[in-house]
T-cell receptor
Framework: GDSVTQMEGPVTLSEEAFLTINCTYTATGYPSLFWYVQYPGEGLQLLLKATKADDKGSNKGFEATYRKETTSFHLEKGSVQVSDSAVYFCALLDTGGFKTIFGAGTRLFVKA | DAGVTQSPTHLIKTRGQQVTLRCSPKSGHDTVSWYQQALGQGPQFIFQYYEEEERQRGNFPDRFSGHQFPNYSSELNVNALLLGDSALYLC?????????????FGSGTRLTVV
């Protein structure tokens, strides 16, 4: 079945450092891909999305490109802030279109 | 614009009891999905409701059931609670046919089974 694998955390960075969180997926067809973020004690917020190959999703300085050849959707940000500390989930919408499948999450800590 | 509202925020139940969790979708949304998020893990799909019918179900036992009302709000019921049911339960909503643009999630109900 469909699945998502993302790099294990925690990831600890200093403020203004470059961030990459790796995500790869296994799916039938070409699913929509997402990054969600979860701040402490809260639910998930949609960070960005890409619905087809070569699409680049972006929001709040974060970017991810849908790579069909490598079945990847890596999250990047050029300069992280302390306020970016959270858990980041890579996800895909399964081919049925109803179920979102999530990775295990990557916790990011940003130090001042 | 109210987002997804879930109640209660926290709940403590005893093993073997039954629990009902509630969700009001974002204004304009008609589809509700429920997810279970165990500590330190990603959310797992329980089921989705649309037009008051269960449209798809994940790998959860029949102890987990749901309902959607005409105003699109939804309930998740769990019977015969087990310690392993302790988790954050998340409700997500969307407008039918737009799931490929992502879902709006509520803040969740933290269920503790003792």
């Amino acid at each position: 079945g469909d699945s998502v694998t993302q790099m294990e955390g925690p990831v600890t960075l200093s403020e203004e450092a470059f961030l990459t969180i790796n995500c790869t997926y296994t799916a039938t067809g070409y699913p929509s891909l997402f990054w969600y973020v979860q701040y402490p004690g809260e639910g998930l917020q949609l960070l960005l999305k890409a619905t087809k190959a070569d699409d680049k999703g972006s929001n709040k300085g974060f970017e991810a490109t849908y790579r069909k050849e490598t079945t990847s959707f890596h999250l990047e940000k050029g300069s992280v802030q302390v306020s970016d500390s959270a858990v980041y989930f890579c996800a895909l919408l399964d081919t049925g279109g109803f179920k979102t499948i999530f990775g295990a999450g990557t916790r990011l800590f940003v130090k001042a | 614009d109210a987002g997804v509202t879930q109640s209660p925020t926290h709940l403590i139940k005893t093993r073997g009891q039954q629990v009902t969790l509630r969700c009001s979708p974002k204004s304009g949304h008609d589809t509700v999905s429920w997810y279970q998020q165990a500590l330190g893990q990603g959310p797992q799909f329980i089921f989705q409701y649309y037009e008051e019918e269960e449209r798809q179900r994940g790998n959860f036992p029949d102890r987990f059931s749901g309902h959607q009302f005409p105003n699109y709000s939804s309930e998740l019921n769990v019977n015969a609670l087990l310690l392993g049911d302790s988790a954050l339960y998340l409700c997500a909503s969307s407008l039918a046919g737009t799931g490929n643009y992502g879902y709006t999630f509520g803040s969740g109900t933290r269920l503790t089974v003792v």
